[in-house]
Every structure is written in C-alpha cells, then in structure tokens.
C-alpha cells in the first residue's frame, strides 16, 4: 500500500555466482528503514562488491542501461551521468567530478554458490 513502511530484511538474496561472471554486474533492492535501496553486485576479477545504486556527485542512480555498470573492459564502474569513475574493489572516484569521494559499500555473504546483500549501517539516504 501507498506511504506504508516495508519490513526490513536482514538480507536479500541478489544472485547464484554463475549469474555474474567476471565482469557483469546486477541490481538489486534491499528494504531498509522501511524503505527500497537499490544496489549493485559487481563481479571484479573473481570476487563481488556490492554498493549502493548512488553517485557520489550527485545522489542519482548510475546506470543507464539495465545491471550495466561496469566500464567496457571491465576496469571501472562508470556513473551514466557525468561519468564518474570508481574502482570497482573500493567503491573510490578515481577519476570525474568526485575524486576521492567513496560508493556505500554493502556488505555480502556468500553461501553455497549464493550472494546475499546484508542490510546496511549507514545513514539514512
Ligand atoms: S551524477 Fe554521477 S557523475 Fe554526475
């Protein structure tokens, strides 16, 4: 219903590991103080990082097409808008309008071939 809070979850599921091979990425949706949070699994060089779906520059989401946002050689996850570059490992602007500014990460578990996104501990968005 309309304006009502949602339940958190402790976790969600995001994906089975061969769903993300090295190089793709996902989005997802946590519910967290009542609310939706997107967020994004990346697969970098054979290990997940999960951040939430907001640029550091300005608190919009960062992809234009649909679980794409990593850079073509799969180096950098790329802001859509203005082109902010992190380092996939770290969620760090590596280089465009927010040097040095950090993704919220989220935390994941991975259990038998399964990633879960674990419920955040940051402000409020
Ligand atoms: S909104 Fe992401 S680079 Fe400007």
Redesign the pocket.
Known sequence: MRGEMLRDLSEQYVAHIEELPEGSSKKFTLIWNGQPLEGFVVNHRGSFYAYVNR????P?P?DWFENQFLSEDGRFII??????TYDPATGECVA???PGEYLERLPLRVMEGTIFAVCPTLTPP
Do not use: E, L, N, S
Request: aromatic share 0%.
């Open positions: 640029c550091c520059h300005i919009m960062m802001c859509a808008t203005h082109g902010a465009g309008p927010c």
